[in-house]
């Protein structure tokens, strides 16, 4: 991979396109070695998801063109258009792409291969969440314990406050509350 996952733009992520295999795996299968069996770094796997919706997007913006039944057709023709590697995707016409939605020439949209990427990142988001709500505990436990002072007021007002007020707290003293409302 090259340095900071940069020049993806290059054959290597056609590299990882081609690897993930999509139209002889399926989505699931094709969003699983990318995530377990690729051996890419997180940042990696992430910036190829995001290379991919660029990629998307700028096919989007080439081909909307295409007279193609529905939106939901035509963004799963865009999606195995980038599937399909490399040629496919600098080569694809509106044409091309219209062909291939009224032969049926493609699967259930490779989009959904990246849902082990998202996935990852919610789970990844919030174990974080979960280790800043323990750390600010920690921190109000101590600030219990040592007793006196202004952080101490500050807890026993947030202990007491209701909601409403507990969030003016929290936005007004995040290093203490930041984590611990909604």
């Not at 094709?30 to 992430?46: H, M, N, P, Q």
């Not at 939605?101 to 990427?117: G, I, K, L, P, W």
């Not at 007793?147 to 507990?166: I, T």
């Amino acid at each position: 991979m090259s340095k900071k996952g940069k020049n993806l733009e290059s054959m290597e992520f056609w590299k990882v396109i081609e690897k993930m295999n999509f139209n002889q795996r399926g989505h699931k299968a094709a969003g699983r070695w990318l995530v377990e069996d690729s051996g890419l770094t997180f940042s990696e796997i992430k910036q190829i998801h995001k290379t991919a919706v660029r990629k998307h997007n700028a096919l989007y913006n080439k081909l909307n063109d295409a007279s193609i039944g529905s939106d939901d057709g035509f963004d799963d023709v865009l999606w195995q258009t980038i599937a399909n590697g490399y040629e496919a995707y600098h080569n694809t016409t509106v044409k091309d792409l219209e062909s291939m939605y009224d032969e049926n020439r493609y699967t259930e949209s490779f989009s959904y291969a990246f849902h082990a990427v998202t996935d990852i990142e919610d789970e990844q988001f919030a174990a974080n969440q979960f280790l800043k709500r323990e750390t600010a505990m920690k921190r109000i436990e101590q600030i219990r314990k040592t007793g006196g002072g202004f952080d101490q007021k500050l807890v026993a007002a947030f202990e007491h406050a209701d909601n409403g007020n507990k969030r003016k707290l929290a936005i007004g003293f995040p290093e203490l509350f930041g984590h611990l409302v909604d």
